[in-house]
C-alpha cells in the first residue's frame, strides 16, 4: 500500500457514536469540494466509453509519456499510485482489447490501435476540462493551480518527484485532470465508506440537507436534489425511499405545493453528516493544509462548480 493509500485508509477518531454538531462553515466547506469532485467524476464517466473505466484510461495516457511509454505493471502501478492488482487487472483487460502488448520481459507498451485510442479519448477530457477552467479568472486558475500542486507532492506520487510546470493552465490538462479527480474522489468514496454503507452520492444527498447555518432545519424538494446531484428524477426517487427506511430523512408534505414533498434529515441523518464530514474536513486538510479555509480558495471553487454544471450541460453538443 502506498504512503497516500495509507493516508486515505488510517483510522480517523471516532466521536463516541452520538456524533457532535460539525462546524458549518466546515459542513459548506465539505459540500462544496464533494460537488466539485462529484461532477468532476460525472463528466469524465460521461466521456469515456462504457466499456473502459477512468483507471484504464490513467493507464494508457500514463503509457503514451515518453519516460513511460514501456515499463513493468508494478511500475506503471507506482506511478498512477494505484495498487498493483488494479494495474495487473486493467493490464488484462486493455491486453484483450489490442490496446497494450504484455512483451517477454513484463514490460507494457501501447499497440498502436491502444496509442490512437489514447490520443482521441484525451482530447475529449482536454475539451471537458478546458470548459471547466477558461473562464476562470488568472487568479482562480492559480490557487487551483497551487491546491493541486499540494495533491500531488504528497509521498508516494510521481508529481512529487516532478513538480508542475509553473504556469498555471498546464495543471488543468487530461492527465493531471483525471489523476486530481481520480485521488480526490478515491479520498472522499473510502472516507464515506469507512463511516457508512452509504454510497457518496448517497452521501451527498444527506450532506444537501445539512443546515450551513445556523437557522431552521434545510428542507429540499425533489427538483432541487436533481439539480444538486446532477442525477435524474428516478434515483432522487428510490434514494429517497431507501435513506427513508434506512432512517436518515423523512418526505414530509410541501405546505405551498399540495402535491409536493419536501426532504429532511431525521437526528441520526444529522449524526452521520456530522461524523462523515468531519472525517472528510480531516482528509482535505491533510492534503490540502490550512487552505481549505481560505475563501479566496472557496470563491474559486464556486466558480469552478458552475462552470462544471456549464460544462456538463454543453457535453452533448461537443463535436464527436
Request: hydrophobic share 45%.
Given at each position: 500500500?502506498?504512503?497516500?493509500?495509507?493516508?486515505?485508509?488510517?483510522?480517523?477518531?471516532?466521536?463516541?457514536g452520538?456524533?457532535?454538531?460539525?462546524?458549518?462553515?466546515?459542513?459548506h466547506?465539505?459540500?462544496?469540494?464533494?460537488?466539485?469532485i462529484?461532477?468532476?467524476?460525472r463528466?469524465?464517466?460521461?466521456?469515456?466509453?462504457?466499456q473502459?473505466?477512468?483507471?484504464?484510461?490513467?493507464?494508457?495516457?500514463?503509457?503514451t509519456?515518453p519516460?513511460?511509454?514501456?515499463?513493468?505493471?508494478?511500475?506503471?502501478?507506482?506511478?498512477?499510485?494505484?495498487?498493483?492488482?488494479?494495474?495487473?487487472?486493467?493490464?488484462g483487460?486493455?491486453?484483450?482489447?489490442?490496446?497494450?502488448?504484455?512483451?517477454?520481459?513484463g514490460?507494457i507498451?501501447?499497440t498502436?490501435?491502444?496509442?490512437?485510442?489514447?490520443?482521441?479519448?484525451t482530447e475529449?477530457?482536454n475539451?471537458?476540462?478546458?470548459?471547466?477552467?477558461?473562464?476562470?479568472?488568472?487568479?482562480e486558475?492559480?490557487?487551483?493551480?497551487?491546491?493541486?500542486?499540494?495533491?500531488?507532492s504528497m509521498?508516494?506520487?510521481c508529481y512529487?518527484?516532478r513538480?508542475?510546470?509553473?504556469?498555471?493552465s498546464?495543471a488543468?490538462?487530461?492527465r493531471?485532470?483525471?489523476?486530481?479527480t481520480?485521488?480526490?474522489h478515491?479520498?472522499?468514496q473510502?472516507?464515506?465508506?469507512?463511516?457508512?454503507s452509504l454510497?457518496?452520492?448517497?452521501f451527498?444527498?444527506l450532506l444537501?440537507?445539512?443546515?450551513?447555518?445556523?437557522t431552521?432545519?434545510?428542507?429540499l424538494r425533489?427538483?432541487?436534489m436533481?439539480a444538486f446531484?446532477?442525477t435524474?428524477?428516478?434515483?432522487?426517487?428510490?434514494?429517497?425511499?431507501?435513506l427513508e427506511?434506512?432512517g436518515?430523512?423523512?418526505?414530509?408534505?410541501?405546505?405551498?405545493?399540495?402535491?409536493?414533498?419536501?426532504?429532511?434529515?431525521?437526528p441520526?441523518?444529522?449524526?452521520?453528516?456530522?461524523?462523515?464530514?468531519?472525517?472528510?474536513?480531516?482528509?482535505?486538510?491533510?492534503m490540502?493544509?490550512?487552505?481549505?479555509?481560505?475563501?479566496?480558495v472557496?470563491?474559486?471553487?464556486?466558480?469552478?462548480?458552475?462552470?462544471?454544471?456549464a460544462?456538463?450541460?454543453a457535453?452533448?453538443?461537443?463535436?464527436?
Amino acid at each position: 500500500m502506498s504512503q497516500v493509500q495509507a493516508l486515505f485508509c488510517a483510522p480517523i477518531g471516532r466521536r463516541g457514536g452520538k456524533g457532535r454538531d460539525v462546524d458549518y462553515a466546515k459542513a459548506h466547506i465539505v459540500t462544496l469540494w464533494c460537488a466539485v469532485i462529484a461532477k468532476a467524476t460525472r463528466g469524465v464517466t460521461k466521456l469515456l466509453p462504457k466499456q473502459m473505466t477512468p483507471l484504464q484510461f490513467r493507464l494508457l495516457a500514463q503509457l503514451t509519456l515518453p519516460e513511460s511509454e514501456r515499463v513493468l505493471p508494478m511500475r506503471a502501478a507506482r506511478l498512477l499510485v494505484l495498487k498493483p492488482a488494479d494495474v495487473d487487472e486493467a493490464v488484462g483487460v486493455l491486453a484483450d482489447r489490442d490496446l497494450l502488448r504484455v512483451c517477454d520481459d513484463g514490460c507494457i507498451e501501447l499497440t498502436r490501435a491502444g496509442r490512437e485510442r489514447a490520443a482521441r479519448l484525451t482530447e475529449r477530457l482536454n475539451a471537458f476540462f478546458a470548459l471547466c477552467v477558461d473562464d476562470l479568472s488568472e487568479e482562480e486558475r492559480a490557487v487551483l493551480a497551487d491546491l493541486l500542486r499540494r495533491a500531488f507532492s504528497m509521498p508516494g506520487s510521481c508529481y512529487a518527484r516532478r513538480p508542475l510546470a509553473g504556469e498555471a493552465s498546464e495543471a488543468f490538462d487530461a492527465r493531471r485532470g483525471l489523476a486530481a479527480t481520480a485521488m480526490l474522489h478515491y479520498a472522499v468514496q473510502t472516507a464515506v465508506k469507512k463511516a457508512t454503507s452509504l454510497s457518496l452520492t448517497d452521501f451527498r444527498f444527506l450532506l444537501e440537507l445539512y443546515p450551513k447555518r445556523r437557522t431552521a432545519a434545510r428542507m429540499l424538494r425533489a427538483r432541487d436534489m436533481v439539480a444538486f446531484l446532477r442525477t435524474g428524477r428516478a434515483y432522487v426517487t428510490t434514494a429517497s425511499v431507501r435513506l427513508e427506511e434506512q432512517g436518515y430523512l423523512v418526505r414530509v408534505p410541501d405546505e405551498r405545493d399540495a402535491r409536493g414533498i419536501l426532504f429532511k434529515l431525521t437526528p441520526q441523518g444529522m449524526i452521520c453528516v456530522q461524523e462523515v464530514a468531519e472525517d472528510l474536513y480531516a482528509v482535505l486538510v491533510s492534503m490540502f493544509g490550512e487552505a481549505v479555509e481560505e475563501r479566496v480558495v472557496q470563491r474559486a471553487l464556486k466558480h469552478l462548480l458552475e462552470l462544471e454544471d456549464a460544462a456538463l450541460d454543453a457535453l452533448a453538443e461537443l463535436p464527436w
